[in-house]
Each structure stands twice: as C-alpha cells, then as structure tokens.
C-alpha cells in the first residue's frame, strides 16, 4: 500500500482447498452447524514482513470463500514477521580521524529485542595521542527503510554517553556503555534477492548505531563511527 497516492497492490495471493462437495467419490453432508477444518499455509522465508511507514505499508489477510462468496467475518488481519536471525558475535568497528584520534566501537552479539532485552552494551575504546580536547560521546541509533531501492533514513534517538567523561584530554578511554532501545521497533529485514518473483516488492529495514567523538575547536574535526546492529 502506497499512503501517498492510496494505491493498494496486491503482490501475492495463495489458495488452500478447506471442504469439497465430494469426500472419495461420495457427496459430501455436513451435518454439524459449526465445522472445524485445520489448514497450513507454506509462507515461505522470503516474504517482506507485515510493516507501517509513512510512506508504505505491507499488510497480509486471511480470507475464507464458499462457492466464490466471501464468508461474512472472514476477512482478518495477520501479522507476518520475518524469519528468526542468526546472532553471531559482531567484529569491533574502527576508524582512526584526524590527529590519529581512533575510535573502536563494539557489540555483544548481532541482534537485540527492545521487548525482551532492552539494554545493549557498547564497548568503547579512544586513542587520543594528542590530546585533543573531546567534549562528549554520542550514539544515535538509525533506521534505513528501502522499498524498491529508494532509501529512507528515519532517527530513532541520540543519546549521550554519560560512561564517558565530558570534556576530557585523556590519551586512551576505555569505556562499557549502555543504551536502552525502544520496544516498538520493527525487526531488521534484508531480503535474498535469489528466486524472489519480479511482482514482489523489494523491501529491507536495517539499523545502525552512529557513534560520534565531539571534538572541540573548529579545526579538528568530529570522529564518526558506523556501526551496525540488528533488531529481532
């Protein structure tokens, strides 16, 4: 669903047989007023997860027919999440700046849940053999959205990193920091592109901390950092 022109486009449509008027040759009675049939559906795992933006959403319904009619209060929602990641420990990000300032940044594992474990640790470690005068740390966590190669960036916070002591000259800073992550985040999706059909639309939502070392003066400029993490 585009919300800027209201356009719907359905993309994917998938028929499970429930009751036939015919059980092995002979006609089928259903006596019974209420009649239960358990049915699967194969999702597959390359599906775009249901999401909202405002620019796009992807919704996914279940919808019950009896000779061609839709069944009154059939038409339901489902939310489809994306398959379970596999978490793996991250390698340390770096980046050495100007001055040979260098900033090493690390995760505990690739994947978080702002429902389950809100609390991500960050490792932080600063070589400053200058001393130049650093005033604060940050990490801002983003959002990248991309539908069909178009890309936007949507800020989900910034936040200050107080196991960092403001202001300072020190030469080497070795810190464990922790940011709490909000619990409505959708989770991270990036599609395999192999055997996905043409009319499916492209969609993934990836995240990343960008860290910045706020260095004082106009002449040395800041250090930044990205370094990536996932969302379950």
């Not at 990000?93 to 640790?121: A, E, H, W």
């Not at 619990?183 to 192999?194: G, K």
């Not at 960008?210 to 990205?226: D, E, F, V, Y």
């Amino acid at each position: 669903n585009n919300n800027n022109n209201n356009n719907n486009n359905i993309f994917l449509t998938y028929s499970c047989q429930l009751l036939t008027s015919h059980d092995n040759g002979t006609a089928r009675t259903i006596k019974q007023q209420t009649v239960t049939c358990p049915f699967r559906i194969p999702l597959g795992s390359n599906l775009p997860p249901s999401c909202e933006f405002k620019e796009f959403s992807i919704a996914y319904y279940l919808e019950v027919y009896h000779d061609g009619r839709l069944l009154p209060n059939t038409h339901k929602e489902i939310t489809l999440a994306p398959p379970k990641p596999q978490i793996t420990v991250p390698i340390p990000c770096k980046v050495t700046g100007s001055n040979d300032i260098m900033m090493i940044c690390s995760l505990q594992k690739s994947f978080y849940s702002g429902r389950d474990c809100p609390l991500v640790p960050i490792s932080i470690s600063l070589t400053n053999p200058k001393q130049k005068h650093i005033k604060a740390v940050t990490a801002q966590l983003m959002q990248t959205v991309s539908l069909n190669g178009i890309k936007c960036e949507n800020e989900i916070f910034t936040a200050v990193l107080n196991e960092i002591t403001e202001n300072t000259k020190e030469n080497e800073i070795n810190a464990k920091c922790e940011v709490v992550l909000p619990a409505n985040l959708l989770t991270t999706f990036v599609p395999n592109q192999n055997g996905q059909p043409d009319n499916f639309p492209s969609v993934a939502i990836t995240y990343e901390f960008r860290m910045t070392a706020q260095m004082k003066g106009a002449t040395t400029p800041n250090i930044r950092l990205s370094v990536p993490i996932g969302i379950e």
